[in-house]
């Protein structure tokens, strides 16, 4: 797959003293790695060694980090298309706020101390909307001197939001000479976020959400919803709010700017391991941002069980890194979905039913993918099962994830497992006891599943490179340990080892598999209940 320019865009600093502190990082922390990682409930760390996602793409994927004192002197003086693509820039954009790059002025005690305080409590010099402007310059810049047509771009948090406003303003506004811009979709192939507030920044308490609208320290009021409006909206300014309509949702992106396809969003779980915000703002979040404002309808995403930032935060976690890499490089998109699903069934009538998914590819030390409702984030059967038949979650969502080519990956795999790479998908269902709006405890069983299984799939290119051959089995059929057999299917008494065929509609690839027949016994999957796989190259 073609290597393209990444941009990558920083999160909130705060005020003028926390971005003072952020610009000494000539790469704005996206070089910063970990060496802790959580092993159980307890907290206890264990030591792991990750370089960080800026080094893991120039190791893995051969890219270059340029440099040269400064980037945007070295890519302005550059002759056009003599810089290589494979290339990461940092889009310093907190520069101009910062105070450290000019002398400090002669001031009176009394004035030194008046300006510490300033530097506490506000961000002169940074505004979203210029931000977003000076990104759509680079990005025109980095295009003209590697020769590329587009970019992709990597984003934390604020960033994210910073990346939303270029696509669904900026680019739709004549620039200050009144020339018109090239749309986000010219320009941009892919945006990946790490724990973006797409729908806003919201408390447990209404006070603080007003007050977060109405003074915005530092900026924050940035991350109000209703004041997102003004950002992402040509012709709004900031201020401006939709007011009544109840047509916009800051969580949308309209499908003629950019296409959701083209959006991944890293969603953590983790609220424990951030600062004192994950009190106010609730635990189903990552401690800063809320579960389902993390992400844009309709687009990629993956959970992970990762704070916002930090020591055990999601852009310097593997889980992270695992899951930009293929959504960058993958050359199949994989999506997987609840099918034959009985619409408007809830049980017996009284009961919630959940399920827990977790997604796991081998020769990974990670779980890319899990919504667990120990993670405050289950997949609600009932919830998804009410949505009208032709909703954008019909069938019932469960993962999408990108599959790297095997063949492409080190050799030493390709001779131990013939080009074969395995994932797996674990599902359980849970009914919740509940009667007239309460947790029946009596007839509550705590850790027990109605049904569980492990769906391991093989897959590899067909001969000649230009299809997908696949091997499915339930973990309940195969007889043995899982790594004994390869493929799976030759773990299954009487099963046929053969791959099995994909059936082609347009672009996709789809295949359907049966659930097991104690999983189809249960009166939310229902007797037609199976697990719909489609697969695009990319």
């Known amino acids: 797959m073609q290597r393209l320019p990444i941009v990558y865009v920083r999160g909130f600093a705060g005020a003028t003293a926390g971005i003072n502190e952020q610009v000494d990082d000539p790469f704005y922390g996206f070089n910063k790695g970990a060496t802790h990682v959580r092993v159980n409930g307890d907290g206890v760390p264990m030591y792991y060694q990750f370089e960080g996602p800026m080094l893991r793409l120039i190791t893995d994927e ?49 004035g030194r101390c008046f300006d510490k305080l300033h530097a506490l409590v506000t961000a002169d010099g940074f ?31 604020m960033g994210g939001l910073v990346a939303r406003c270029m696509i669904q303003k900026v680019c739709q506004l004549p620039d200050a000479d009144q020339n018109a811009r090239l749309p986000a979709r010219d320009i941009v192939a892919k945006l990946f976020t790490y724990g973006t507030p797409h729908g806003g920044i919201a408390f447990e308490l209404s006070a603080l959400n007003w007050a977060q609208e109405a003074f915005g320290p530092a900026g924050a009021d940035i ?18 709010t939709a007011g009544d309509c109840e047509c916009w949702d800051p969580q949308q992106m309209p499908a003629e700017l950019f296409s959701v396809d083209d959006i991944f969003c890293l969603v953590g779980t983790d609220p424990q391991d951030y600062g004192a915000s994950k009190v106010v703002v609730g635990p189903r979040s990552d401690g800063l941002v809320r579960i389902e404002h993390a992400y844009v309808r309709r ?35 994989v999506q997987v979905e609840f099918d034959g699903l009985p619409r408007g069934s809830d049980g017996d009538g009284r009961d919630e039913w959940q399920a827990d998914m977790r997604l796991a590819v081998r020769g990974l030390p990670i779980v890319m993918s899990e919504q667990l409702a120990a993670h405050w984030c289950p997949i609600q ?56 709006g309460l947790f029946r405890f009596r007839e509550h069983l705590e850790q027990v599943p109605d049904w569980d299984d492990t769906l391991v799939v093989d897959l590899a290119p067909s001969e000649g490179g230009t299809g997908l051959r696949a091997w499915l089995a339930w973990n309940s059929e195969v007889h043995g340990a899982i790594d004994d057999f390869d493929p799976i299917t030759a773990g299954v008494p009487g099963g046929s080892a053969d791959a099995v065929d994909f059936q082609r509609t347009g672009d996709a690839l789809s295949y359907r598999v049966d659930l097991p027949p104690n999983a189809r016994a249960l009166p939310v999957l229902g007797k037609d209940a199976g697990l719909t796989i489609t697969v695009r190259e990319r």
């Open 62 to 110: 051969g890219y270059q980090l340029l440099v040269h004192g400064d980037q945007g002197v070295y890519l302005r003086e550059a002759g056009p298309k003599t810089v290589e693509p494979a290339s990461i820039w940092v889009y310093r954009f907190y520069d101009q706020a910062a105070t450290t790059f000019v002398a400090p002025p002669d001031r009176s005690l009394v």
């Open 223 to 240: 991350f109000a919803p209703e004041k997102m409006y003004g950002y992402l909206t040509p012709g709004a300014s900031f201020g401006d």
């Open 381 to 436: 059967l009932d919830e998804e099962l009410a949505r009208p038949v032709d909703s954008v979650d019909t069938p019932v969502p469960l993962v999408t994830t990108f599959l790297l080519d095997p063949a492409q990956q080190p050799r030493q795999t390709q001779s131990q497992h013939d080009g074969r790479a395995r994932y797996s998908l674990t599902l359980r269902v849970f009914k919740v006891p509940e009667q007239g």
């Open 127 to 157: 505004d979203i909307e210029t931000a977003a402007a000076g990104l759509y310059d680079l990005i025109l810049l980095i295009r003209e001197k590697t020769g590329a047509d587009k970019v992709n771009i990597v984003a934390h948090s």
């Open 299 to 333: 687009a990629n995403r993956a959970y992970v069980h990762k704070s916002h930032s930090g020591s055990y935060g999601e852009v310097n976690s593997e889980e992270g890194y695992q899951n930009l890499r293929r959504f960058l490089f993958g050359r199949w998109r």
